[in-house]
């Protein structure tokens, strides 16, 4: 059934393509952070193991809101492995070494890129869309993402 909540049905098929890449660079950066949590080694495993598990408990909260609000706007989220990694502007390698220190570097860079993806986007939502809606909720996702990355770039020496 049809959403009929105030915005044009091509405004909300566009908001709902930008929100599933969104939501694409969410997994793909849970997935990573799932990686980091299993397979870290060194002197401060446990530590970086348990930071990466609350991390990764974040971001799997954040992929079912994106997909919710793709579905509030009455489109079907992808829910595919092959969909995401089509639809990601992130790379699902991770380079270097299982320390805590090669994890959180990569980590890192994936909040930042996913941080001037959602600002570059914030007005466009609202103003050319008409959805302050999703406006607002990527602002809120944004900050989520602006305190994710202070956490990591705080275990950096």
Do not use: C
């Not at 939502?125 to 302050?132: E, P």
């Amino acid at each position: 059934m049809e959403a009929k909540i105030g915005i044009k049905p091509e405004y909300l098929a566009e908001v709902a393509h930008s929100l599933s890449k969104i939501l694409a660079d969410e997994f793909v950066l849970y997935t990573k952070t799932r990686n980091a949590h299993w397979n870290v080694v060194g002197p401060d495993f446990y530590n970086k193991h348990k930071f990466f598990e609350e991390q990764y408990g974040q971001l799997e909260e954040i992929v079912d809101q994106v997909a919710e609000r793709i579905r509030t706007l009455g489109h079907y989220a992808p829910a595919t492995l092959k969909q995401y990694l089509e639809l990601t502007h992130l790379s699902e390698d991770i380079r270097g070494k299982n320390d805590s220190q090669g994890y959180i570097k990569v980590l890192l860079e994936d909040h930042e890129s996913i941080l001037i993806h959602l600002r570059e986007n914030i007005d466009g939502y609202a103003n050319s869309l008409k959805d302050l809606g999703t406006s607002d909720y990527i602002t809120g996702l944004m900050e989520k993402h602006e305190t994710m990355a202070w956490m990591l770039r705080a275990h950096l020496s």
